[in-house]
């Protein structure tokens, strides 16, 4: 919502009464029985001069001032409490501002709780019923994306949608947004068929009321293809990748932001199916285009780079790798400073270059900081924290520290246990993480109870045939087999050819490890995989 002239103006002389002015006054003075002089000039040049808070507030935060934004968001809701009362919609776009930099500084919690304080107060004044209540849930809803709790995500999205589609119709555009974040939610729960209905519906809406050729018809090809991809249909996610690139071409120009993301796009999933020569082109333009727009020193700059050295180290050349990886870190130190999430993801990524090549003293340290960082500021939740966890556990066991690697995992596991639920997927990823590792420490019944657990998570999250369901299953296979139970580790092994080929269809043996599968199973039979 945003504020008439008159209750700006209310505001304001608020905010500058109690915040601007701040002339000290003697009780009993003259001035303490009467308005302060300079109080009252201050105030009518406020109300005749000064935007709205709201307005420059997100301004601000639009240019990355977060702190600013929510000075200025602090200070307009204890304004709008002042002047209307704490459960005034006056209050309500402060509230999402003061969210919105909650979630910037990824405080989920407490940006969950202003966002159920905004939506109590709308549903109060306005009724359950009101668009405005729906668009609150949506935010909601993001958040609770952010926290793992897709489930709840499903839940405020829908009903959302019902909101909309019962004050808007069942063909508005304000809706295809709101399908676009349900089918995110059921993505990330592995519900894929729910996913590719609620995004084919937004998707359609959009080509109807903007044309075949919008930017955010774009974006919903981006977000289908997305789900595709994450089904392993490779076919159709490069064909919806590829129209949205060409959308995007034609609307805004070669040489686009917009289009470079594009590219990214395509690139990525070139790279996941193995194809990294029709990758590298693709990455190389994107990163072009955005030097060219932002400079050299931009945080888009140090995303694409992180790409090219991931991509650079799977076609074995190592020392391109290290170079961009560095040059990523370096961009992304200078933006954000040594301790943003950023940074973390960067190191992490160097660090695995010298995992690879054998540097595990190098990769080390670069880990310890990378950890010391996410412990710091993002919580057990966040997905940089279990791949950064992984990582320092390998630098650990090839350096000859396994029980120092299984400490690590171990203490990470038991908190995440006790803060997040099972099927969250940072504590399923946590659980894959632990048994692996005791696999490699030959603790294959510690490792198979691990891998049982995570088996059953997985298989109610996605169902049985799922790629990250026949991880689970492989690992399984791998402690039966260590453990002498032959013919179960045969029949797991089986089962995880028959999922890759499901999914991967004809191009599972170009995809990274996913032939690895058949590979082992033919190890196991013929006595020699240990």
Same mark, same amino acid.
């Given at each position: ?195 590719? /209905?609620?995004?084919? !519906?937004? &998707?359609? @809406? %959009? +080509? ?5 050729? $919008?930017? *955010? #018809? =774009? ?19 490069? /064909?919806?990748?590829? !129209?949205? &690139?060409? @959308? %995007? +071409? ?5 040489? $686009?932001? *917009? #289009? =470079? ?23 190389? !333009?994107? &990163?072009?285009?955005? +030097? ?5 020193? $931009?945080?888009? #700059? =140090? ?23 560095? !040059?990523? &870190?370096?961009?992304? +130190? ?8 950023? #940074? =973390? ?186």
């Amino acid at each position: 919502m945003r504020y008439t002239h008159c209750q700006t103006a209310a505001v304001l002389i608020v905010l500058t009464a109690v915040t601007l002015i701040r002339t000290p006054v003697m009780q009993g003075s003259p001035e303490s029985s009467a308005e302060h002089p300079a109080a009252a000039a201050a105030t009518n040049t406020a109300v005749q001069n000064l935007p709205d808070l709201d307005s420059t507030a997100q301004s601000y935060y639009d240019l990355g001032n977060i702190a600013k934004a929510r000075e200025l968001w602090q200070v307009g809701l204890q304004g709008a409490e002042q002047l209307f009362g704490s459960n005034s919609l006056a209050t309500t776009p402060f509230l999402g501002g003061l969210a919105r930099c909650c979630e910037s500084g990824r405080r989920w919690d407490s940006a969950a709780f202003l966002l159920k304080r905004a939506l109590a107060i709308k549903e109060a004044s306005l009724g359950r019923d009101h668009v405005e209540v729906a668009f609150a849930l949506r935010h909601l809803g993001g958040v609770y994306q952010l926290q793992g709790d897709y489930e709840g995500a499903a839940a405020v999205y829908t009903r959302s949608i019902a909101i909309l589609e019962k004050t808007r119709g069942t063909e508005h555009l304000d809706l295809a947004l709101g399908l676009t974040c349900l089918a995110d939610a059921h993505q990330a729960r592995g519900h894929y068929g729910k996913a590719l /209905a609620a995004s084919e !519906r937004a &998707l359609a @809406i %959009r +080509e109807r009321e903007l044309g075949e050729n $919008h930017p *955010d #018809v =774009a974006a919903s090809l981006d977000s289908l293809a997305s789900i595709c991809r994450a089904k392993g249909d490779y076919g159709r996610a490069s /064909a919806l990748y590829r !129209r949205s &690139l060409s @959308i %995007r +071409e034609k609307w805004f120009g070669m040489d $686009h932001p *917009d #289009v =470079a993301h594009a590219l990214c796009s395509v690139a990525a999933l070139q790279e996941e199916q193995g194809n990294h020569d029709a990758a590298l082109p693709l990455y190389e !333009r994107s &990163l072009a285009v955005f +030097e060219k727009k932002f400079g050299p020193a $931009h945080a888009q #700059v =140090a995303y694409v780079l992180g790409c090219l050295a991931s991509l650079q180290l799977n076609l074995g050349h190592y020392d391109r790798a290290v170079a961009l990886s560095q !040059r990523s &870190l370096s961009i992304n +130190e200078k933006l954000f400073g040594p301790d943003c999430h950023e #940074v =973390a993801s960067a190191l992490a990524g160097l660090a695995r270059i010298h995992l690879i090549v054998g540097d595990y003293a190098e990769a080390l340290g670069l880990l310890r900081r990378a950890h010391a960082i996410s412990e710091k500021h993002f919580g057990v939740e966040d997905p940089m924290a279990t791949v950064i966890e992984n990582s320092l556990a390998s630098a650990y066991f090839n350096l000859g520290e396994g029980p120092r690697a299984i400490a690590l995992l171990e203490r990470s596991h038991e908190i995440r246990a006790k803060l997040l639920k099972p099927e969250h997927p940072q504590f399923v990823r946590s659980t894959d993480n632990l048994a692996s590792f005791y696999c490699r420490c030959g603790e294959s019944e510690k490792a198979a109870e691990l891998f049982r657990s995570s088996l059953e998570i997985k298989e109610k999250i996605y169902g049985k045939e799922h790629i990250e369901v026949a991880y689970s299953v492989w690992g399984l296979a791998h402690c039966y087999h260590a453990l002498g139970r032959s013919e179960e580790a045969t029949s797991l092994f089986q089962r995880c050819v028959t999922i890759n080929e499901k999914v991967l269809g004809n191009q599972s043996a170009a995809v990274g490890n996913s032939s690895f599968p058949a590979k082992s199973l033919a190890e196991h039979r013929n006595g020699s995989w240990a």
